[in-house]
Each structure stands twice: as C-alpha cells, then as structure tokens.
C-alpha cells in the first residue's frame, strides 16, 4: 500500500506524527507506526493477566473481610453507601464519590435487560480495571481500613498506599491508551519508548508483591522489551 493511502486510512493527522518524528521519511514512518502496534500487541497479555489476578485478589480479601463471598451484591448497602463518603473529595473528575456503588448498579440494569441472572460472578466479571483501581483511592481504602493491601503479600515495608494506588492508575491510563489506539512510542514529539517501559516495570513490581512466583509464570509470554528492542536504531530519538 503506498503512503498515500496509508495516510488516508489512518488519518494524516496520526501518520504525520510518526512521520514527523522519523525525519520525514515515509518508510520509518510507516515501519514506527507497525513498531508502535507490534509494542501495544506485546503489552495485551501480560495486562490481561495483571487485571484478572488483581480483580481476583481483591475479589479474595474482601470475601473474607466481610465473611461474605456475596459482597460485591450484599455491600451496596454497605461501603459502597458509606456516609462518609457524601463529604469526601474525589480528584477524578470522571468519578463520582459513589462511584463503585453506580457501576454496580449499572452492571445489574445491564444483566436485567439481557434477562441474565443476578450473581457475584457475574456481577464482579462486568467490571471494569477502573473500578478496581478504586479500592486504593483514599476514600475507600480508609472505610476498608486499608484491607485491599492485603493482596501484597510480599509487599516491601516502604512502600504504601499512595504508591500502590499511582502505579495502578499509571498501568490503567496505559491500559486506556493501547485500547484507543493511541501511541505510546514518543515523549513530545521524539521517538521514546520510555513511558512503556517504564509501565512494564510497574506491572512486573505489583505482580511480584503479590506472588513472585507469577513472574516465572509470565516470562514466556512477556516479550514487551525484546518487541521495543527491536526499533530501527536509524529512527530519530534512537
């Protein structure tokens, strides 16, 4: 396919920018364009796999927290509703303070109207890596009593909340980002692959604190760093 189309398929508002980067060659161009997708590719298993053990984790330590394997259903009226709550300040503009009571709510209408019974499993499998990243907020983690850093086990003594709660959100936006089909290869405008690494560390780090054993598990389908080594070293940034 020459440039030309490339450019209309893809935008040239997003082509330009990889050529812009590349010196104004249209073959790296196109060739950081496929590196940026091949990275974005490389990171989908290891999130996936971050995302159902953290979801599963939590989903453990609150069950025994509230002796109730129900208490995604039975907490609305719960935590979820904690008065508390009404006054607390929530920095995400895109969240309310009763945030995972909606989505749970939410989640229920949504089942309702496709006539699917109403269970924990599938309540909790609707929903979203956001609405796990929640429990660390400050607000819920207070009303929780700091119970969802449980999950660490292997946690080391200087790290906290805030920290865990800054690397989720971190790999969350990330997330986000691989699912828009936005690039991750640049800082500004120069080719820089930095970011992604450094989210790759983050996920390696939280997945460790709660059972290193899950490295050893992940290695053979962790090929994030050998996909970003592979960058034409003629690309502008190298």
Avoid at 22 to 31: L, M, R, Y
Avoid at 116 to 127: N, R, V
Avoid at 159 to 167: L, T
Avoid at 181 to 209: G, T
């Amino acid at each position: 396919m020459n440039y030309s189309k490339i450019q209309y398929y893809f935008s040239h508002s997003r082509i330009n920018r990889y050529y812009e980067a590349s010196n104004k060659s249209k073959n790296h161009a196109v060739n950081l364009y496929f590196l940026n997708l091949n990275v974005s590719k490389s990171f989908n298993p290891v999130l996936s796999i971050f995302e159902v053990i953290l979801r599963n984790k939590l989903n453990y330590t609150l069950s025994s927290l509230f002796n109730n394997t129900n208490w995604i259903i039975d907490e609305k009226v719960g935590f979820m509703n904690d008065l508390s709550l009404i006054n607390s300040k929530n920095r995400n503009e895109n969240k309310t303070n009763f945030y995972l009571l909606q989505e749970i709510l939410n989640s229920e209408k949504k089942l309702k109207k496709s006539n699917i019974p109403i269970t924990s499993c599938k309540i909790i499998s609707e929903q979203s890596f956001g609405f796990w990243t929640c429990f660390f907020d400050l607000n819920y983690y207070k009303i929780l009593k700091g119970s969802p850093i449980k999950i660490f086990k292997y946690l080391p003594s200087n790290v906290g909340r805030k920290e865990i709660s800054d690397n989720i959100n971190k790999i969350r936006r990330f997330r986000n980002r691989i699912n828009h089909n936005e690039p991750i290869c640049f800082n500004k405008n120069k080719i820089d692959f930095s970011e992604a690494i450094e989210v790759h560390n983050s996920i390696l780090n939280l997945l460790q604190w709660i059972d290193p054993e899950i490295i050893d598990f992940i290695n053979p389908i962790d090929n994030i760093l050998d996909t970003i080594n592979k960058k034409d070293p003629s690309f502008n940034g190298s």
